[in-house]
């Protein structure tokens, strides 16, 4: 396939999509609880033994679950979320020193993510103010009212679950399976897919789609899904 053919098919097999990802990366990887991470390229990061990651994602999903996964075998050195209450390995770990946790509200960690995307250099808010949140962060007094400076996040490499994708990237997601995944998808270096149906491109009604093809790298067929008894 030539550049061109790459710029407009960007389906490729799952060995070449990972050439991207190495130990030591910011990884973000998009879904919640488990819901919306995708499996087959996760199981391919255990597989190859990557590790050491700064992962940013709402959660840590469950132990055997999602990113919950990498958790549990440990190839996480810091994580970057909303909560961790639902993988008990995560609280274990962070407990004993072995890893980082950065936390951050729901709302506030997208927006974030979404400042990264598109190119802001933070966003003001009030929430933590006079608590221990606000340690360490530089405060900014807008209309005589103080706020704190969030700063955006953007990662080398970022992993989306879609439920069906075009040929050049077009997405579409599955109800709760599109949580965090559009905005993370606009915040990395590279973005990787995995698409549980993919289609040729200009079959998709343009009215539907939510992640736009320019903001995707490389898509890769799904494997099947290990997440979506977590809520049943």
Not at 15 to 40: C, D, I, K, Y
Not at 68 to 87: D, F, M
């Given at each position: 396939?030539?550049?061109?053919?790459?710029?407009?098919d960007?389906?490729?097999?799952?060995?070449?999509?990972?050439?991207?990802?190495?130990?030591?990366?910011?990884?973000?990887?998009?879904?919640?609880?488990?819901?919306?991470?995708?499996?087959?390229?996760?199981?391919?990061?255990?597989?190859?033994?990557?590790?050491?990651?700064?992962?940013?994602?709402?959660?840590?999903?469950?132990?055997?679950?999602?990113?919950?996964?990498?958790?549990?075998?440990?190839?996480?050195?810091?994580?970057?979320?909303?909560?961790?209450?639902?993988?008990?390995n995560?609280?274990?770990?962070?407990?004993?020193?072995?890893?980082?946790?950065?936390?951050?509200?729901?709302?506030?960690?997208?927006?974030?993510?979404?400042?990264?995307?598109?190119?802001?250099?933070?966003?003001?808010?009030?929430?933590?103010?006079?608590?221990?949140?606000?340690?360490?962060?530089?405060?900014?007094?807008?209309?005589?009212?103080?706020?704190?400076?969030?700063?955006?996040?953007?990662?080398?490499?970022a992993l989306?679950y879609?439920?069906?994708?075009?040929?050049?990237?077009n997405?579409?997601?599955?109800?709760?399976?599109?949580?965090?995944?559009?905005?993370?998808?606009?915040?990395?270096?590279?973005?990787?897919?995995?698409?549980?149906?993919?289609?040729?491109?200009?079959?998709?009604?343009?009215?539907?789609?939510?992640?736009?093809?320019?903001?995707?790298?490389?898509?890769v067929?799904?494997?099947?899904?290990?997440?979506?008894?977590a809520?049943?």
């Amino acid at each position: 396939m030539n550049r061109e053919s790459k710029r407009l098919d960007k389906v490729v097999e799952l060995e070449e999509a990972m050439q991207h990802l190495r130990s030591g990366m910011t990884l973000m990887v998009g879904g919640f609880g488990g819901v919306g991470n995708p499996p087959s390229l996760i199981q391919a990061i255990l597989d190859r033994g990557i590790d050491e990651l700064t992962l940013i994602s709402n959660d840590t999903a469950f132990p055997d679950i999602g990113v919950g996964r990498l958790i549990t075998e440990r190839r996480v050195k810091k994580v970057i979320a909303s909560h961790i209450g639902s993988n008990p390995n995560a609280g274990a770990q962070m407990t004993a020193g072995e890893l980082t946790v950065e936390f951050s509200p729901q709302g506030i960690l997208a927006e974030r993510i979404r400042a990264g995307g598109v190119g802001l250099a933070g966003i003001l808010s009030d929430i933590g103010l006079g608590t221990i949140v606000e340690q360490g962060k530089q405060k900014v007094s807008v209309g005589g009212k103080e706020y704190l400076l969030e700063l955006p996040l953007r990662a080398e490499v970022a992993l989306i679950y879609a439920s069906k994708a075009d040929r050049f990237g077009n997405l579409l997601y599955d109800t709760t399976g599109r949580n965090f995944n559009p905005l993370m998808a606009m915040a990395a270096d590279i973005t990787i897919v995995e698409a549980e149906q993919i289609v040729e491109t200009g079959t998709l009604d343009p009215e539907t789609i939510v992640t736009p093809g320019v903001f995707v790298d490389w898509i890769v067929p799904s494997g099947g899904v290990n997440w979506k008894w977590a809520w049943e």
